[in-house]
């Protein structure tokens, strides 16, 4: 059971679908899908080398965030999670999901192979291409 919670708007927070539900985490609130790629967290420091202040840090990730539409936001965030379940049932260590290796990136495509289309794979790839750089994650996979 995932208890209800509420966004500024005080709209009620779905549940997550019984075949998307992540595994418990202080790095992971559930939150609505267009929040996941700012509220759930890589664990451990940005690889950046770029040192600023966390005001700093805080505004380029707002103005990253506003960049995208609403609706990209939430594409992306329902590939975050799709991503983190499937860490979660193949009992991927939280440091090892980001920065994401080619090889964990190739093993999470195969797997949304033939029950997603190719369209939301890349959809989805995106979404975690786009959550590591605004945590300051490298990603060195070729788009």
């Not at 890589?42 to 539409?69: C, N």
Request: neutral net charge; hydrophobic residues 35%; aromatic residues 8%.
């Amino acid at each position: 059971y995932n208890p209800p919670h509420l966004n500024r708007q005080t709209k009620v927070i779905a549940a997550y679908p019984s075949n998307l539900t992540p595994r418990e985490s202080a790095l992971r609130p559930h939150c609505a899908a267009k929040d996941r790629i700012r509220l759930w967290l890589p664990i451990g420091e940005s690889s950046s080398p770029l040192t600023h202040p966390s005001a700093d840090v805080q505004r380029i990730q707002d103005v990253m965030i506003h960049a995208w539409a609403s609706s990209t936001r939430e594409a992306y965030g329902s590939g975050i999670l799709a991503f983190h379940v499937y860490c979660d049932s193949k009992d991927i260590d939280d440091n090892l999901r980001a920065p994401a290796s080619s090889e964990l990136i190739s093993a999470f495509i195969s797997d949304l192979a033939g029950s997603y289309s190719g369209k939301t794979i890349s959809s989805y790839i995106h979404g975690i291409r786009a959550w590591h750089i605004l945590h300051g994650k490298s990603w060195s996979l070729d788009d």
